[in-house]
Each structure stands twice: as C-alpha cells, then as structure tokens.
C-alpha cells in the first residue's frame, strides 16, 4: 500500500488562484494604459513601482530561503511543525526571479523614455552632467591605477 506525499489542491482554490491571477494581469494592464503610456512623470512612477514590487516579493521568497536554510545549517527540529510554508512560498523564487529580471532589463535597457529612473543609463545626460562626468572620470582613474 503506498500513500500520497505530495499535496493536492483542490479544484476550488484553483479556481480562485487563477481568478486572482487573471484580476492581477487585468490592473497591470489597465494600470499600463492609464500611468505607463502618459507623460515622462507617470511612465517613470509607473515603472519604479513596478520594479519597487517585483523586488519586495522576490526578497520576501529569498528570506524564507534563507530561514530553510539557515534551520537546516543549525540543526535546528523545532521548525519542523511548519516547514511546508517556507517551502511553498520558496517555490516561487523562479516565477519572481524572471518577473524580476524582465522588469529590471526593460527600465535599463527601455530606450529614453526609461532613462528618468537610473539617470545614467542615458549616455546622452552623462555628457551633458557634470557630476556624473566627474564620477566617471573617477572610476576611469581608479580602473587604470589598479590595473599598474
């Protein structure tokens, strides 16, 4: 006789999962059209929150990473009552990774329009900055004094 060891989700809160899911897809959508597409002020809010998010979670699912894994380094028995929890929310370290990810290349590497939020990924406004022009000069110095 052999039992089931993993967990089975039952058809309702599948339902409700991917409903939740559909409803998130929409208000992205809808909050794209409305702040994402207007004027440089509303695309830049638009684009920071977004990465301000997807950050937040992802470092939420590393933290309960690392508490499996620093319990697990200590020998620790006593979380052992609730270790499937951790465990759950760690398994959607890859799906927030890659939403992650996605959202960090499309503000770095999104043209102009994405240039507000990380003032010198625009090669243009570096030149036209002293300050930045000056940390530049900087780093160049301190790369070929290592480098000799």
């Given at each position: 006789m052999?039992?089931?060891?993993?967990?089975?989700?039952p058809g309702r809160y599948k339902?409700?999962?991917?409903?939740l899911i559909g409803v998130g897809i929409l208000?992205?959508?809808?909050?794209y059209f409305m702040y994402g597409t207007g004027d440089e002020h509303h695309k830049t809010r638009f684009w920071a929150a977004l990465l301000q998010n997807s950050v937040y979670f992802?470092?939420?699912?590393?933290?309960?990473?690392?508490?499996?894994?620093?319990?697990i380094?200590?020998?620790?028995?006593?979380?052992?009552?609730?270790r499937r929890v951790p465990e759950a929310i760690?398994?959607?370290?890859?799906?927030?990774g890659a939403i992650t990810l996605v959202i960090?290349?499309?503000?770095?590497?999104?043209?102009?329009?994405?240039?507000h939020i990380y003032h010198w990924t625009d090669s243009h406004a570096v030149e036209q900055d002293q300050i930045l022009k000056g940390k530049k000069r900087c780093c160049h110095e301190q790369?070929?004094?290592s480098q000799s």
């Open positions: 052999t039992s089931k060891e993993y967990f089975e989700v339902n409700w999962s991917y409903g208000a992205l959508i809808v909050g992802l470092l939420v699912v590393n933290a309960s990473m690392f508490f499996i894994c620093a319990t380094l200590a020998f620790g028995g006593w979380q052992m009552a609730f760690s398994a959607a370290v890859p799906v927030i960090l290349l499309a503000v770095v590497y999104g043209g102009h329009d994405m240039t790369r070929t004094q």
